[in-house]
Structure formats: C-alpha cells, structure tokens
C-alpha cells in the first residue's frame, strides 16, 4: 500500500520549464485533497529563471501545504502571472472559484496557456496523480513513509 500525504509529496515537482523560447517557467498546484476528482490545478508562471520562481511561490507552496487557501495566496502575488487550468479540458479559471478567465482580458496568461502543451499538461497530470498519492514519488527510496 502506497499512500502519499500532502507533507511528503514534495511541492517542487510541479516547477517546471515550459518548452520554447524565452524562458519561462510554470510552478503548478494540482488540488490537494485525496479524494477529490476535480482536475483544477493553480498555476504560477514568471519568465526567466527558475529560482526566482522558487521564491516568489513560496508562499503558495506554504499555503498548499498547510491546507490554506493556495488560490487566494496565489491570487495576491504580486509580479507572477497566475491562474487555474482544467488539466482535461484546458480551460483557464481564476485562481479563485470557478469563474471562467476571459483570457483575451489577460494577454500574459494567454501567452503561458499557448505554451502549455501536450508534454507540460500531461507533467502536470502526473503532479495530480503524486499529489494524491496514486502514483508512486519519483524516489521511492524513501522508508521513512507514514502510513494513514
Ligand atoms: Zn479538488
């Protein structure tokens, strides 16, 4: 039996570079709850490097990990596009509740949402599947698991 809480699933797997030129990067938080079906996932993106990145989500990893509310944290950064994604149907949302972004209105997350593709969404879906603990954690050397 493998089961992953949200302390031991480690944030950083949802930093990653998006494909093409200039540099940018995506840090994704797929919903946190087990039981949860819904495929909404909050993403953070920022061009450039991807430490930067690192430091400005923190506070968003924090929330998400502390069960806060990550979408209204993310909602109030300041200097990083945001927004949610349906990771099957790729609509775009606010970060907040479930109102559709009108994405011409946000012409920086268009520019991320073009950039996310086929190989980027299905990274994100496996953060959704080790998020939940339905899929293995890339190291699974750990021992040192808790079981529920
Ligand atoms: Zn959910």
Known sequence: MTSTTASEFNVEQGLMELPGTPARWIWAFTCPEPKCACRTAVVLSLAGERELLLEL???????????????????DLKGVTVFAVDL???????PVGDAPLNAAAHPEVREVADRLDDDVLDAIARVWEMGKGQLPLPDPGADGRRSR
């Open 57 to 75: 989500g923190r506070p968003v990893a924090d929330a998400w990990l502390r069960d806060a509310t990550y979408g209204q944290t993310a909602q």
């Open 88 to 94: 099957d149907t790729h609509e775009l949302f606010s």
